[in-house]
């Protein structure tokens, strides 16, 4: 395995800041991680596309995807002033993407990682499992540094595997170096066998560019959503090589090709013209003044006869000092008169308070009151 991707580095001495020793606790040990309920292991509220169902077997999708030259570039340069392999950076990244998937901040995660001596013992990969308790505060290099520090004291954590059905299901979402792939291909594709993972990450870190490969349960995800989870972790690792300093929130998974498609929240909107009742009601008027508007029994108004009380009503109101913006309340049973009243008010820029008959008049008190009409 090359050094540039190795997870680990020499076990450090324990160490005696409260945070380290809190991590060393959240993570499970290899005896409780088969030991311990599983109700208290944090389960990925992942967002699907289809309902998980125990009746559907497994099906195996994948999508792919490089990151360019710039992004690889920056991302190694990263690597190097901060002294972490850059498989720590991805891990990183992907606790980003986990946590904006599903708003959790207690992410369990999975990674394969090789070891030299296991590799000559012809033992193959360890399946490894990263617990973390997330901050969205942090900024990525606090970040960074505390999922170095957890993999590297914890010397990683194996998860149960049963040798028919791969991976506990609990451990939904890997991150695996494409070196140790032909393992990550016996897992994921054992679907008439049960596959396990939601998701594994595939990753073949090249000087001038990253190869991505995003392993799915086609289940439970649609190759569409999925092709663009890649991109938006594409995306991702972009922002991280250019602004390493940056907070998390900071970040955004909006890619470029999608930013065509959503609103800018910063653009002034036009204000619509929704036109008034009486400006509705004047155009009914102005173009067919012979209508019937209000009708009862055998008595009937026209626009026309409507128009001219309702210019009679507001004239009234200003004649007695109403100002725009008083408020006069309106009380009567159904008839000619309260419509008209009704428009007369609007007309002549009054405020419209109606009153129910139904209900009490102390209620109508205290409306006018407060109206103060």
Same mark, same amino acid.
């Given at each position: ?114 070891? &030299?001596?296991?590799? =000559? @013992? #012809?033992?193959?990969?360890? *399946? ?5 308790? !997330?901050? $969205? +505060? ?10 170095? &520090?957890?993999?590297? =004291? @914890? #010397?990683?954590?194996?998860? *149960? ?5 791969? !991976?506990? $299901? +609990? ?10 792939? &032909? ?191």
């Amino acid at each position: 395995m090359k050094k540039s991707m190795e997870f680990f580095d020499p076990p450090t001495p324990p160490s005696n800041d409260p945070f380290v020793r809190e991590q060393e606790k959240d993570l499970l040990s290899n005896s409780s991680l088969s030991g311990r309920p599983r109700r208290e292991w944090p389960v990925l509220e992942l967002p699907l596309d289809y309902p998980r169902s125990a009746e559907r077997p497994a099906a195996k999708g994948v999508q792919s995807g490089r990151l360019a030259a710039p992004a690889t570039g920056a991302l190694w340069q990263l690597s190097r002033e901060q002294k972490q392999p850059l498989s720590a950076i991805l891990l990183a990244a992907l606790q980003i993407l986990l946590h904006r998937y599903t708003g959790q901040t207690d992410l369990l995660t999975g990674f394969y990682a090789g070891d &030299e001596e296991r590799d =000559r @013992a #012809g033992s193959g990969p360890r *399946p490894q499992v990263l617990r973390l308790t !997330l901050d $969205p +505060e942090w900024g990525f290099g606090a970040l960074l540094a505390r999922v170095r &520090e957890a993999v590297q =004291r @914890a #010397g990683g954590i194996q998860p *149960p595997v049963a040798a028919d059905k791969g !991976l506990a $299901p +609990e451990i939904q979402v890997f991150l695996n170096e494409v070196t140790l792939a &032909e393992k990550l291909r016996e897992l994921s594709g054992r679907e008439a066998e049960g596959f396990s993972c939601d998701w594994i990450f595939n990753v073949r870190a090249g000087q001038n560019e990253i190869e991505l490969e995003l392993v799915f349960n086609a289940v439970l995800f649609g190759a569409e959503r999925m092709a663009e989870t890649l991109e938006q972790f594409k995306h991702l690792l972009g922002q991280i090589g250019r602004t390493p300093r940056a907070g998390l929130g900071s970040f955004s998974l909006l890619t470029p090709a999608k930013r065509a498609l959503w609103p800018d929240p910063s653009r002034a909107l036009p204000e619509p013209n929704y036109p008034g009742v009486l400006e509705l009601f004047d155009g009914w008027a102005g173009r067919s003044p012979g209508q019937i508007a209000v009708g009862q029994g055998r008595r009937e108004w026209t626009y026309a006869d409507l128009a001219d009380r309702s210019r009679t009503v507001a004239r009234m109101l200003r004649q007695r000092n109403l100002q725009p913006g008083d408020v006069v309340g309106l009380y009567g049973q159904r008839s000619f008169g309260l419509i008209a009243a009704l428009l007369g008010i609007l007309r002549s820029g009054g405020v419209l308070l109606t009153l129910d008959p139904r209900q009490p008049e102390s209620r109508h008190r205290a409306m006018l009151e407060q109206a103060r009409a």
